[in-house]
């Protein structure tokens, strides 16, 4: 059950997009559910399968509200992280944001940095 507690959940809009993530994340030794499904990610998060919550603004704001408010009462002490290409101050709904053209390290310094705060709060 652990593996699946520290799951990351990905979920976005693109097809590529989401399997290109999913193929470096899995590279970089993360556990990583990916789904283009907001009701998969919906169900996973709300059997406390989600660690991080990685959401790409590709998805409507009101769902990107939903799944984070779903993760806050579902799996407390998760993270959300936020991967859009657009420049933004701060990220709505989520704890840490990347810039997808910042490439693979990026997200995976994101992630790892969500992952570490996590363990932290379980602590």
Do not use: W
């Amino acid at each position: 059950m652990e593996s699946a507690m520290m799951a990351i959940i990905s979920v976005g809009a693109h097809p590529e997009l989401v399997r290109l993530r999913d193929f470096v994340l899995q590279e970089a030794g993360f556990h990583v559910v990916s789904t283009l499904d907001e009701h998969e990610a919906l169900a996973r998060i709300e059997r406390g399968e989600c660690s991080v919550l990685l959401v790409c603004s590709s998805l409507a704001k009101a769902t990107r509200r939903r799944l984070a408010d779903a993760l806050r009462k579902s799996c407390p002490g998760s993270r959300m992280v936020l991967i859009t290409n657009e420049h933004i101050e701060k990220p709505e709904f989520a704890d840490f944001f990347v810039y997808g053209v910042e490439g693979p390290e990026a997200l995976i310094g994101a992630l790892s940095a969500a992952v570490e705060k996590r363990r932290s709060a379980q602590a």
